[in-house]
């Protein structure tokens, strides 16, 4: 049996295993200890965050922005419609309604001119929504800068969903640290994992130790267990903080490993006709966490679910790219702007194995498995010919 090729699986580096043995020597198991004010304050020297608190999951830290910027029950948020569900779920956690807005082409990311629109019109009817949550996809910053003017101008706090572009830039700095709030994730599939886990950021210290106290079940300074609010077990462990310290040690490199990825592809597949790679804003450098596609089938010959389908014969998992989030049934009740760009990028697109630990030999085989969809497909074309 050949060896499965995964989308993108852990890589650890070399120091994870002895801060986890630090963990153990001091019985730092739990609760919060000393890992995890050390990976805070590395992940703001590494992202230029002002404050940081290390959470139990990216969606944990999505929760507590919304609860931090005061989104309740009835309010709206508008978000990105291109993306995973949990940038959306805590939306609904807090009895508020998401408003999905669709893609550019230069970035995949939130459209700046239909935000701005939106803005505008719902300026007009005197209902402008509580927040607006940006994502950016798979490794690619969006367009922060008219992003929020725009939300400047409306004074609507901005909330940075950066889940998948730890290590990305925008004019130089890190995405997820424009915004009121940033979060990031350290899931198993990201650029770097804790096994589970995330973090919030923001420059305002109070809204951080707000998250921190939240997220500890909101326990009031006492010598007793006393509770005026209601709050969450959502902080992260000391021992995964410590796994966290040593992936924060090989994330450049973990990001250098991904983008020759796309390199490696691009320069074999990027000729064929009808495949073109997720393109690079020129606003920013991808980290390329996942190396996406899209794929035309009329002149690529084969569409992208018998890719996909190809690659899954030969042991290789590739995925489409998000289905967008006004399409998913559990949102179907809710409200949408914009055309059909996230639309077609579900339709045609495809996300490649990418991890940091593909071999040469494993990138081989994917580009092999692929091209050999195309040339079954000349034949057919030939006989066209004649
Ligand atoms: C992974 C991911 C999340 C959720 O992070 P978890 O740590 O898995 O909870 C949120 N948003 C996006 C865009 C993601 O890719």
Aim: proline share 5%; net charge negative; glycine share 8%.
């Amino acid at each position: 049996m050949e060896k499965r090729i995964l989308l993108s699986t852990p890589h650890m580096g070399e120091q994870e295993l002895e801060f986890v043995k630090e963990a153990f020597d001091t019985n730092w198991i739990a609760p919060v200890g000393p890992h995890i004010e050390a990976f805070e304050q590395e992940f703001c020297q590494v992202t230029g965050a002002g404050y940081a608190a290390a959470v139990s999951s990216g969606t944990a830290a999505i929760h507590l922005a919304l609860q931090l910027i005061g989104v309740e029950p009835g309010d709206e948020v508008l978000c990105s419609t291109l993306t995973f569900v949990a940038t959306a779920n805590p939306i609904i956690y807090l009895g508020a309604k998401p408003v999905f807005i669709d893609s550019d082409r230069t970035s995949w990311n939130m459209n700046p001119d239909l935000l701005q629109e939106m803005l505008e019109y719902r300026a007009h009817i005197g209902k402008l929504p509580k927040a607006v949550l940006l994502v950016h996809l798979y490794g690619q910053s969006a367009d922060i800068d008219p992003i929020l003017k725009a939300c400047n101008q409306y004074d609507i706090p901005l909330i940075e969903d950066a889940a998948e572009a730890l290590g990305a830039t925008y004019k130089g700095r890190s995405p997820g640290t424009f915004g009121r709030i940033g979060i990031y994730s350290f899931n198993g599939n990201k650029i770097i994992t804790t096994s589970g886990g995330g973090m919030l950021v923001s420059d305002n210290a109070d809204l951080v130790a707000k998250a921190r106290f939240l997220a500890t079940q909101a326990r009031d300074p006492a010598p007793h267990y006393q509770h005026s609010e209601i709050g969450y077990n959502y902080r992260l462990s000391n021992v995964l903080a410590g796994i966290g310290r040593g992936q924060l040690r090989v994330l450049s490199e973990r990001v250098a490993a991904r983008r020759r990825n796309f390199e490696v592809y691009q320069q074999a597949l990027g000729n064929l006709p009808g495949l073109e790679f997720m393109p690079e804003a020129s606003f920013g450098r991808a980290t390329r966490w996942l190396t996406c596609l899209t794929i035309d089938p009329q002149t690529f010959g084969a569409n992208r679910e018998q890719v996909r389908l190809a690659l899954a014969e030969q042991q290789i998992e590739a995925r489409p790219v998000w289905k967008p989030l006004h399409l998913q049934p559990v949102f179907a009740e809710c409200e949408y702007f914009g055309g059909t760009v996230a639309e077609d990028l579900f339709a045609r697109g495809l996300c490649l194995p990418s991890g940091s630990n593909l071999t040469n030999e494993d990138l081989q085989r994917v580009i092999s498995a692929i091209a050999a969809v195309h040339k079954n497909t000349i034949p057919t074309q030939t006989s066209l010919c004649i």
